[in-house]
DNA sequence: ACGACTTTGTGCACGGCTTCACAATCACAA
DNA sequence: TTGTGATTGTGAAGCCGTGCACAAAGTCGT
């Protein structure tokens, strides 16, 4: 029946695709789109675009599609897109110098307000834009800021105790690439993006396939 | 009953948890491990890990645990951990420069083994130790380095052209981190890592929060 | 006004994953 | 040898997500 009662989970992750695959279609001058277009642009079956797109309690048109506008800013609605959440990034190895430089943050709404870090030479200084901060410094850091996001690139052996630090500080979301598991309370959110599991996913297939080829 | 017949695909997502938890353990001269500790480090439930290992027809002696050793070969095996599976990286822009020079997939067993990148600064070079080609060169890089993996890390308005090119270099497993939907082959296998996606998910929680709160 | 056509919204069945609960099995001590 | 205690392996139930298939509902041409 839709209304805004309880979205999956899964859905939500594919509401962002949608919003991308509209803006994709926008500039076209398109006023609809239809589910199987959607589902086309997103890589997505058709039936599971009308599904996810009614638990938003929008409707489109039967026998016309989905008003464009419209159906972006219920997305966008749905996803909280009209508010900004800056970041914090935690650890300036390789992969957070390139995250805290990483146009992608700030054009989907989430600058990058602040980074922390331990080396002394980074301290004080700015790394493209980006001001850097004592580790000791990261509770006055996220009320300054208000800062609504932790990001954690630091070694696996840091990161728990930067995990910690982010929740006494108040921050309820963290996404995390440290190749380690974390632990933190129920009412924060963990996002954990493991580089090297991933592509030990990858590695499993590959030599499963080589292994069904010897048969 | 186990043996390997058919590993499902949620199971072999944590198949390297395991394995990293297992090398945390080691060191502390632990010869058997239970099911539940190795759930604790993992993070995950004690029924699970046990059903996970029962796939890989690994057995463990009931009343005791899992005997480490044996379990890291068995797994490690699965994974097909003997072989290393070399790398190439697509685009050396912030990430993709970060990625090259990322000292986890060398560790892993995914060697950084060439790059491809547009910029003809770039071209001919080598960055951190790995050599930069022009994406002309690509399929004789793919088999010259024996490359059995693709990272793309371009602009997303590039990255259906470099799939397409990985895919006719005989490229079977593709990591992408451009925001962008990518078509492959059914035989290929990709995985999409996509940080603007993620951190609108974090900010949909965010978002439905303090929609809570209010209420 | 009406029928043909299009597309949505959703009931339902199916499959995969998770979790519980417990019998089967092993080590070890008496 | 037998009993006790521990832990595995797995049957079965439940849950979530997916996808089919179709009625409901709108548009548009005549």
Known sequence: MAGSGHIPEATVARLPLYLRALDE???S?????????LADLSGVNAAKVRKDLSYLGTYGTRGVGYELDYLKFEIGRALGL???WPVVVCGLGNLGRALANHTGFTDAGFPVAAAVDTDLDK?????DGVPVFAPAELGAVVSEFEIAIGVIATPASAAQAVADALVGAGVKSIMS???TVLVVPDDVELRAV????????LGFHLHRSIENAET
Not at 123 to 127: H, L, R, S
Not at 194 to 201: P, R, S, V, W
């Open 194 to 201: 493991d580089l090297a599991t991933e592509l030990q996913i």
């Open 25 to 27: 279609v926008a500039p």
């Open 177 to 179: 690439f440290a190749p």
């Open 29 to 37: 001058g398109q006023v609809t789109v239809s589910s199987e277009e």
């Open 123 to 127: 301290i004080g200084t700015t790394i």
């Open 82 to 84: 009209a508010h900004t």
